[in-house]
Each structure stands twice: as structure tokens, then as C-alpha cells.
């Protein structure tokens, strides 16, 4: 498959080393783009539900794919987020064309865009409320796991997938409300601040629409998840759009298998190695299972 040129790709929310990740989607799409910039809009790695016995070769391939995407040209911005808040300690490290920080401030043709991860909105996130977070998302766990093995029945059966989570989040009036409040709090800080785009994750809610207030207004653009929507935002002939993912979009492509074991580098550069062993310090993965290759 021929790679699309994109001027900026945005992903967010892909929560490697949990059982809902969509990684081989992912790394079909990154495998189909070359981006000028990759953004990649916090909660990637799951520091929240990491465990070292549940990192499969799909998850490495993940990071194997966006290293080799830097060592082709790409600029990747990496933004923390709340599940992988452990990397906040080294923010604003910039290695090459590896940047690592908490937000981050462009003027694309002419026009100021602010992107962070979102979760600065979030109280659950912070506090005594984390610990309820943390548990709740165990239980999203479980319910993915549950609804991978009513999708595999409803595969046999000819019928489309159905998404259990997202009936559950449509239905609860709560947190719809709370969406809108994020949206719309956000929306309100980028234009009090003059910027003309503001770009979140954190929701898992894939967005694009124009917010208006009495001081102005600001184009509001989530990038969603890789657990359940499977998007990206794509800037590309002046544009923002929202990517959805499609299998169909693959075809035979789509059969790709992983190795168990990603194949050694011989040759690894400073600056990459450096950003290895930081990634190893961070979430307790020995050094002799992370191998991405070029």
C-alpha cells in the first residue's frame, strides 16, 4: 500500500498494554501514512493498567512503527496524558525530531492551534478520585474483553460489531452532559486565549465543530481513541477531518502478522537510545523487549 502524505496526523488515547487496544488497526494506519508531523495526544502507553505479563508483539509493532516514521522524517510530538502522567517528569525533552511535553502551541498556515491531552478538566483524574478511576477503568477493561467475545459471535453470525461501552455512554444522560461541559470548557479557554483551533484527546468522543461564545469562536477538535472509534485527525490541503478506520480500506494488507520478538537493532542512535532507556525507567519494560527496528 502506497503511504498518504499528510501534513500532520493527531492520534490520541491508544492505551497500550490493555486488553481493548486496537494496535494491529494502528499499525495498519501508521504503516498507510507519512506524516510531516505526528502528534501523539496522551494516554499511548497505559502506565494506569501497565503490567509487564500483557504487552503483546502488536503493542511493540505500535512503537516499532512510529520509530521507524522518525527515522524516515516525521517530527513526533509526543504529549503526556493522565495514564501516562510518568513521563511529565521529563517534559519538554526534545531528542531530534522526538519531542516530549505536556501541550503545545502551533500557527499552522496562519492559524494558532493549541493541542494538549485534556485531562486538566477531569477531577477524577486527581486526588482520592484517581484511585475510583483506576478501578473503573479495570472494569472498562473487563467489559472490552466482554465485548471482543460478543463481536467474534456476531462476526460468525454475519453481523456487524456492536460496541457495549459506547451504548453505555450514549445512554447515561451524566455523561453525555459531561462531554459537552469538556468540549465546551475547552473551547472557552482557547478563545479566551486568541487561538483560532483547539485540539484535545481525553474523551475518547472523536469531534470536529465550530464553538461559539460571546468573546468568539474556535474550532474544537478531538482525535478520540483507539479502543473504540479508531480515529485520527488528519491536516492536509488546509484542512482538518476526522479519519475513521476501516478494515475494508486494507484489504489483503490486513493480514499482517507479528513477530514475537521485533527484530534487533544494529545500530541505534544516542539521542534514540537515550529516549529508550527513559521509556524503560518509566514503565518497568526490561531493556531486552523493547527492539524496535528501522
Known sequence: MERRQLAISVI???????????ATELVHYLKSIQPQILVLNGDIID?????????PPSHMQVIKEVFSLMANGTRVIYITGNHDEMLRRYADVQLGNFQLTDKVVMEIDGKMTW???GDVF???????????????GKGYDLLIILN???????????KEKMSLSKRVKNGVKKAV?????????????AIEKGYDYVICGHIHQPQQRTITTDKGSVTYLNSGDWIENLTALEFQQNAWSIYHFNAKDYHDNYTTKFDNK????NVIPDDINVLLNTLVASTGIQPNTIQPSF
Not at 502506565?47 to 504487552?55: A, M, P, V
Not at 477531569?122 to 473503573?136: M, N, Q, R, V, Y
Request: net charge positive; charged share 20%; aromatic share 14%.
Open 148 to 158: 471482543s467475545c460478543i463481536n467474534w459471535l456476531l462476526k460468525l453470525l454475519g
Open 47 to 55: 502506565g494506569w493498567q501497565f503490567s509487564k505479563r500483557y504487552f
Open 177 to 189: 452532559r459531561w462531554i459537552a461541559d469538556f468540549e465546551q470548557t475547552a473551547a472557552e479557554l
Open 122 to 136: 477531569d477531577a477524577t483524574t486527581k486526588g482520592s478520585a484517581k484511585l475510583l478511576a483506576k478501578l473503573g
Open 12 to 22: 490520541s488515547d491508544v492505551h497500550l498494554g490493555t486488553y481493548g487496544c486496537q
Open 115 to 117: 493541542i494538549f491531552h
Open 262 to 265: 521485533p527484530p534487533r537493532l
